[in-house]
């Protein structure tokens, strides 16, 4: 059982917006603006498209976003493209200076 | 830019210990600009952090693997280790090596994986 607590799978068709959420406790995603997130297609190296709640690296498109409220972090991601669909992967710093992982969750398009 | 490449045997034998090492090219393994970071996935499952170390040599290990698990830096190779002993099936993942931001641990950087099987 991971730490993080995702759906397991959401579906969206092309152009649409969906949300996944990744709840955590105040040990982990509550205390802390540490939460990333991840895109992973199989067989490929996963990225990081957000960190510290809402930050996107450079070159992550703005049709990702990211926010928290209290123990529940999101990822938000609009105009829904056929290459979006991948399995995501929040993660939260914690009190005990580790790392816990939700999850994931399976995006389909 | 900064480049990551994991090695080491893709078979390991059950109760055996499993040894990888990250190579890291393009920046120093002395740098204190990051945590050096193993993570996992087991077939059909999801990402597993495994643990991390910082340029100082502290370490900070996922509780389920703490007992079994030992990450070390290699100043003069430039790499850092992997070592996970007593393994069993359930250690069958691709392993990932990655850097991970010292504020917020995202792992910004990450090694193409590697497949190991423990089997006998």
């Known amino acids: 059982q991971s730490a993080l607590t995702q759906p397991a799978s959401v579906s969206g068709s092309p152009g649409q917006s969906i949300t996944i959420s990744c709840t955590g406790s105040?040990?982990?995603?509550?205390?802390?603006?540490?939460v990333s997130w991840y895109q992973h297609h199989p067989g490929k190296t996963p990225k990081l498209i957000i960190s510290d709640v809402n930050k996107r690296p450079s070159g992550v498109s703005s049709r990702f976003s990211g926010s928290k409220y209290d123990t529940t972090a999101s990822l938000t991601i609009s105009g829904l493209q056929a290459e979006d669909e991948a399995d995501y992967y929040c993660s939260s710093y914690t009190t005990t200076n580790i790392v816990v992982f939700g999850g994931g969750t399976k995006l389909t398009v | 830019q900064m480049q990551l490449q994991e090695s080491g045997p893709r078979l390991v034998k059950p109760s055996q210990t499993l040894s990888l090492t990250c190579g890291v090219s393009?920046?120093?393994?002395?740098?204190?600009?990051?945590?050096w970071s193993w993570l996992r996935q087991s077939p059909g499952k999801g990402l597993e952090w495994i643990g991390y170390?910082?340029?100082?040599?502290?370490?900070y290990y996922n509780p389920s693997l703490e007992s079994r698990l030992t990450i070390s830096l290699d100043t003069s190779q430039n790499h850092f280790s992997l070592h996970l002993s007593s393994v069993t099936a359930a250690d069958t993942a691709t392993y990932f090596c990655a850097t991970a931001t010292t504020w917020g641990r995202a792992f910004v950087l990450w090694g193409q994986g590697t497949m190991i099987t423990v089997s006998s």
């Open positions: 105040s040990s982990d995603v509550g205390g802390f603006d540490y």
């Open positions: 393009g920046d120093s393994i002395n740098s204190g600009d990051h945590f």
């Open positions: 170390i910082y340029y100082t040599g502290s370490t």
